[in-house]
């Protein structure tokens, strides 16, 4: 039986653990808020700040109550024990992902899995295994984690920080401790990549989280940058700038969110618009299914200092997105460019070095050995500059390292990120599960400066809306980009914000903004907010139509474009939103119909059309992409009675789904609609299907050959033809792709052998739909907050636990969980399990 359906452990160990864990979880329950302080976190030269978080004997303690879906509600007198109580938690449900991760980490996935092998992506974009060990071992033998961890606050993290950082890391390790044995998942069972950790892998997770969009994003461009050989450097041509359009291309899909693997939605009402007059919020991130970049979520209580509900990434001892009493946030996938590249001037006759302002500087030459799964060692070098590391491609940009010819220079690339010397991710998440309204919230922006690559939409019980873009950006004006930029910046930086600068000139390095924390990036006050309108929603576009009907201007372009189309989600969404805040008395429920309504934005746009022109076509015919007539007829009557939706009971939904999918992806620029886009009605255009376009034809045709190729008749429900398998039980689900812009996104991926979408890629994962007040119907007057949550996967990816695919069928069903965030509610919850775990 697993540790969290156990009431009362019987080994001495645990007996003992549960006296202390008692006393704390009376104290917990008994005295009023605020009796019980917590305890000073340990001062900064603690000498367990940087230990190894094994933590025996350490005194960590922590109660942790077990609710319906194997939500835990965590409490702990102090940080430490917080931090144990999480990490315990935390392992418990997804052990054998933390653990892979910590390889990943260590740089030992060649040794364990094979060096062709291919990590899950949520760490780095490292293609091999060999890549990401190459990456990760850099980063340990430069002490780069360590390094940051010496810095005092506030570019460094706090005390409070470090403490919760050590004890995750001796929870993780107490519970493998008493687990190792007991271990079900198949993924690690008895596998010895299964190890302890110290406080500072913690660090280094967030370290690798943190760089996500900046070197982790360019892993295999830094550990394949090799020099031009001497060979190569005697009969090298001049390096010729990469061809305009293939680079505008490969940058504006480098930084599309279209096809990324993260992106989300957030609306954060004002109290004008809400039932309450509190304000309301809705987050609905969209992440990996599977891997280490999933949610997880808790309940996490240090009495009279701290109580925050919500997702955390995996691996992180804070509350990532969620809510206390007083605020509730979420974040976005922000288009801020989180790097930029400097093209270095290289010395004729060395090309490990270039120069700056007519001096000579020696690129550092950084060795990295790892080992293979026979033992053999594989070593290679990285080199670094005084800008970052070279590179020499970054997801499908080609940037070569070139040697000169002739007397002329070579040229290389170094990349810039600024996110390299930031491990303030989580201590922002922190801050934010303590503010106490927006004006907190901002305040925690404002002094952690922490966040790299996401938006942060609030709302507080006071009905205050607030939106930041308060990303840690390289401080590239659109000044210095039409100052310093090179050939191929002035492609690069209009077509996506990414900026190519002149290295050899130290002026054309970044300058550092008024109130930055980081040198060489934007200050808090230079970055996009918009606050108390209405409504604040973003759906991954840039902040332009934050608030519609006042769009926000002014912004440089490395924070996103402006007067541009805007993706279908966005436009679909503020549409929505909008609606419903000019209708007013939003509740709770308006939420979540709001998350479930499942419509599909290319439907109410296309569908008719798309049905007309099907009516309309010579013989019912239509010509497929191999050029045989397809008898599309059917299809006509079933797109116009579809009910423009992507419910699990929709009939049509599927067939409009692999139609607009092919029409989506073989339309040339500028073919789809008949109306261009019009920047003064930048929601409504462009619009009107393009019938006309000879891919609407052929996308009709194939999508029609595609479902009767597989048996699927057209005018199936989307129930029986998109879902997921666990444990053998078929979960039907909501929801579509980005390309048909809904709002509830399942990215699912088609089984082209056999028809059906039998899994998800990403998609919503944690949603919460947070009021204050309690004056909606049906909702709790007595306490604060309400909220409703859904973890759309479930808390563990282990196929044994309880808790592998509980909350995915409250998916499939549209359904949410009703938070057990009060007191009263957590004792209240049926089967309450409840553990006490301790280190003494």
């Known amino acids: 039986m697993r540790t969290r359906l156990r009431a009362v452990r019987t080994t001495r160990k645990i007996r003992k653990a549960a006296l202390a864990g008692a006393a704390l979880l009376l104290a917990a329950t008994a005295l009023p808020a605020g009796a019980l302080q917590a305890t000073a976190a340990p001062r900064a030269d603690d000498p367990q700040d940087h230990g190894s978080g094994s933590g025996s004997g350490s005194g960590y303690s922590a109660t942790i109550r077990w609710t319906e879906y194997g939500i835990p509600h965590i409490t702990a007198k102090d940080y430490p024990g917080l931090g144990f109580g999480n990490g315990w938690a935390q392992a418990t449900d997804q052990i054998c992902v933390l653990a892979d991760g910590f390889t990943t980490l260590r740089g030992e996935?060649?040794?364990?899995?094979?060096?062709?092998?291919?990590?899950?992506?949520?760490?780095?974009?490292?293609?091999?295994?060999?890549?990401?060990?190459?990456?990760?071992?850099?980063?340990?033998?430069?002490?780069?984690?360590?390094?940051?961890?010496?810095?005092?606050?506030?570019?460094?993290?706090?005390?409070?920080?470090?403490a919760l950082s050590r004890g995750w890391a001796a929870g993780y390790n107490a519970w493998l401790r008493e687990h190792r044995d007991e271990i079900t998942d198949p993924a690690c069972k008895g596998r010895s990549w299964v190890k302890p950790i110290t406080a500072t892998d913690v660090a280094r997770r967030a370290f690798a989280l943190s760089v996500l969009g900046g070197q982790g994003l360019a892993a295999d461009g830094i550990t394949a940058a090799q020099p031009p050989g001497a060979t190569a450097r005697k009969g090298a041509k001049a390096a010729k700038p990469p061809a305009k359009r293939a680079t505008e291309r490969a940058a504006r899909r480098l930084f599309d969110r279209r096809d990324a693997d993260m992106g989300s939605n957030a609306v954060a009402f004002h109290g004008s618009t809400t039932a309450s007059g509190s304000g309301a919020l809705l987050g609905n991130p969209h992440y990996p299914w599977s891997g280490g970049r999933r949610f997880w979520q808790s309940h996490m209580t240090i009495p009279g200092e701290l109580d925050a509900s919500g997702g955390s990434l995996l691996g992180s001892p804070t509350v990532s997105i969620g809510h206390n009493k007083h605020v509730a946030w979420s974040h976005t996938v922000a288009t801020g460019t989180t790097l930029n590249l400097h093209q270095l001037t290289l010395d004729p006759a060395d090309p490990t070095a270039y120069t700056v302002d007519g001096k000579?500087?020696?690129?550092?030459?950084?060795?990295?050995?790892?080992?293979?799964?026979?033992?053999?060692?594989?070593?290679?070098?990285?080199?670094?500059?005084?800008?970052?590391?070279?590179?020499?491609?970054?997801?499908?940009?080609?940037?070569?390292?070139?040697?000169?010819?002739?007397?002329?220079?070579?040229?290389?690339?170094?990349?810039?990120?600024?996110?390299?010397?930031?491990?303030?991710?989580?201590?922002?998440?922190?801050?934010?599960?303590?503010?106490?309204?927006?004006?907190?919230?901002?305040?925690?922006?404002?002094?952690?400066?922490?966040?790299?690559?996401?938006?942060?939409?609030?709302?507080?019980?006071?009905?205050?809306?607030?939106?930041?873009?308060?990303?840690?950006?390289?401080?590239?004006?659109?000044?210095?980009?039409?100052?310093?930029?090179?050939?191929?910046?002035?492609?690069?930086?209009?077509?996506?914000?990414?900026?190519?600068?002149d290295g050899s000139r130290a002026d054309c390095a970044p300058e550092t903004g008024p109130g930055a924390l980081q040198?060489?990036?934007?200050?808090?006050?230079?970055?996009?907010?918009?606050?108390?309108?209405?409504?604040?929603?973003?759906?991954?576009?840039?902040?332009?139509?934050?608030?519609?009907?006042?769009?926000?201007?002014?912004?440089?372009?490395?924070?996103?474009?402006?007067?541009?189309?805007?993706?279908?989600?966005?436009?679909?969404?503020?549409?929505?939103?909008?609606?419903?805040?000019?209708?007013?008395?939003?509740?709770?429920?308006?939420?979540?119909?709001?998350?479930?309504?499942?419509?599909?934005?290319?439907?109410?746009?296309?569908?008719?059309?798309?049905?007309?022109?099907?009516?309309?076509?010579?013989?019912?015919?239509?010509?497929?992409?191999?050029?045989?007539?397809?008898?599309?007829?059917?299809?006509?009557?079933?797109l116009a009675d579809w009910d423009r939706t992507s419910k699990t009971g929709s009939k049509g939904a599927l067939l409009f789904d692999r139609f607009w999918q092919k029409l989506y992806a073989a339309a040339k620029p500028g073919e789809l609609w008949r109306a261009p886009f019009d920047p003064a009605s930048p929601v409504s255009t462009p619009r009107d299907l393009n019938t006309a376009a000879p891919a609407f034809r052929t996308a009709l045709a194939d999508a029609v050959a595609e479902l009767d190729r597989h048996g699927i008749p057209l005018d199936a429900r989307l129930r029986d033809h998109q879902y997921v398998v666990r444990n053998g039980e078929k979960i039907s689900l909501p929801g579509s792709t980005e390309a048909l812009g809904t709002w509830n996104q399942t990215r699912a991926v088609w089984d082209d052998a056999k028809g059906d979408y039998r899994e998800v890629d990403n998609g919503s994962s944690y949603i919460q739909a947070v009021t204050f007040g309690g004056k909606g119907k049906g909702e709790d007057r007595t306490c604060p907050v309400q909220a409703r949550t859904l973890l759309t996967y479930s808390q563990s990816q282990n196929p044994r636990s309880p808790h592998y695919s509980d909350q995915t069928k409250l998916f499939g069903a549209s359904r949410m969980v009703k938070e057990r965030f009060c007191e009263r509610d957590v004792r209240k919850a049926p089967g309450l399990r409840t553990e006490h775990v301790s280190d003494d």
């Open 360 to 501: 000579t500087e020696r690129m550092t030459e950084r060795k990295v050995t790892v080992r293979d799964k026979d033992g053999k060692q594989i070593t290679r070098s990285q080199w670094w500059t005084r800008y970052g590391p070279v590179v020499t491609s970054l997801e499908g940009i080609d940037l070569p390292w070139t040697a000169g010819a002739g007397g002329t220079a070579g040229t290389a690339y170094a990349l810039n990120d600024p996110n390299a010397t930031n491990l303030r991710l989580s201590q922002a998440g922190l801050g934010f599960s303590k503010a106490r309204s927006v004006d907190g919230m901002a305040k925690v922006l404002r002094t952690t400066q922490g966040l790299p690559w996401v938006n942060t939409i609030a709302a507080d019980s006071a009905g205050h809306s607030y939106f930041a873009q308060g990303q840690v950006l390289p401080r590239v004006t659109d000044e210095l980009a039409e100052r310093c930029g090179t050939p191929l910046g002035k492609i690069t930086f209009p077509a996506a914000g990414l900026a190519v600068l």
């Open 109 to 162: 996935r060649s040794r364990h899995f094979g060096a062709q092998g291919k990590p899950d992506g949520s760490l780095s974009s490292a293609g091999t295994n060999l890549a990401s060990d190459q990456f990760f071992t850099g980063v340990r033998k430069a002490r780069t984690v360590e390094k940051l961890l010496e810095q005092p606050p506030p570019a460094g993290i706090s005390r409070e920080m470090r």
């Open 519 to 638: 040198k060489g990036t934007f200050g808090p006050s230079e970055t996009p907010v918009v606050k108390d309108t209405p409504y604040v929603e973003n759906s991954n576009d840039s902040p332009w139509l934050t608030y519609a009907p006042r769009p926000l201007t002014g912004y440089g372009r490395i924070f996103g474009d402006q007067d541009t189309p805007r993706r279908l989600r966005t436009r679909g969404g503020i549409e929505d939103v909008s609606a419903m805040a000019a209708k007013g008395g939003v509740t709770l429920d308006d939420l979540q119909k709001q998350q479930f309504a499942n419509r599909v934005v290319t439907g109410d746009m296309a569908a008719a059309d798309a049905a007309k022109a099907c009516a309309a076509l010579p013989g019912g015919t239509a010509p497929g992409s191999d050029g045989k007539p397809v008898d599309v007829s059917r299809a006509c009557q079933v």
